[in-house]
Nanobody, 128 residues
């Protein structure tokens, strides 16, 4: 299982970016996948996910602005980020796992420990 994130960059507040996570070695459609971000000095936190049952969840601060999707034919996971804010500045990571069991699976993303496969981070910087 391999993942490689890309698409980060430096943009102005209000701009859009689309992050991509190219994958190999597993059937993307059959895996739980997610995007995380990490602020300096902080723990990695979930941004959005697609669970094993295809349910999609978002962290509250990105709801209505970010959209997670995947193209199984291209083996690629995406994170469309619109209306970016300076507080979105972070390193973004993609993650995947075959099956994740956790509580509250009906209304939230899996915790960070649920994923064993990670891409390298891609830096997103949003200036005001």
């Amino acid at each position: 299982v391999q993942l490689q994130a890309s698409g980060g960059g430096s943009v102005q507040s209000g701009s859009s970016l689309r992050l991509s996570c190219t994958t190999s070695g597993f059937p993307l459609e059959d895996y739980a996948v997610g995007w995380f971000r990490q602020f300096p000095g902080k723990e990695r936190e979930v941004v959005a996910c697609i669970n094993n049952d295809r349910a999609i969840f978002y962290e509250d601060s990105v709801k209505g602005r970010f959209a997670i999707s995947r193209d199984s034919a291209k083996s690629t996971l995406y994170l469309q980020m619109d209306s970016l804010k300076p507080e979105d500045t972070a390193v973004y990571f993609c993650a995947a796992e075959r099956v994740i069991y956790y509580s509250n699976s009906h209304n939230s993303c899996p915790p960070r420990w649920g994923y064993n496969s990670w891409g390298q981070g891609t830096l997103v910087t949003v200036s005001s």
